[in-house]
């Protein structure tokens, strides 16, 4: 069994929604998160492995997302935070929109083909320290 863990600082991206477009007789569509994709990817390039894992995998994936001013207090207490706020990231991005985010931008790169991810969980969390952690484990 193998074990990558990997981490990319900064706030967490969503994939964006496929754009369609037509141009005379021409239709197509455009990947809008693409230079983001590679960007991220390149981030991770120099960690991933020789040849891209062949195998089932569990995905792991912690999304931890910034928290806004309205969880700390004010005045002198805006640097605390406040005992009713959340630790579950409840609004958008939606999570199955981060997750094809990471699945994609590491496709062809950690493992042969996204179609190979067997079982995945995934969470988003509040965090002071915005991130995205992921595990890749082969089954």
């Not at 990997?6 to 964006?16: D, F, R, S, Y």
């Not at 002198?76 to 706020?85: C, F, R, V």
Request: net charge positive; proline share 7%; hydrophobic share 30%.
């Amino acid at each position: 069994m193998e074990q990558i863990k990997l981490t990319v600082l900064g706030v967490p991206k969503a994939q964006g929604r496929h754009k369609h477009f037509t141009r005379g007789k021409f239709s197509g569509t455009y990947d809008p998160s693409k230079d983001k994709k590679e960007t991220f990817a390149g981030i991770l390039q120099g960690q991933a492995p020789e040849t891209p894992i062949d195998a089932p995998i569990f995905l792991e994936l912690t999304f931890f997302m910034p928290r806004p001013k309205a969880h700390y207090g004010t005045g002198s207490k805006s640097e605390i935070l406040k005992d009713s706020a959340p630790e579950w990231h409840t609004s958008k991005p939606d999570g199955d929109n981060l997750e094809k985010f990471v699945t994609d931008s590491l496709n062809g790169i950690y493992y042969k083909d996204d179609s190979l991810i067997c079982f995945v969980i995934r969470k988003k969390v509040y965090s002071e320290r915005p991130r995205t952690e992921i595990v890749l484990t082969t089954l």
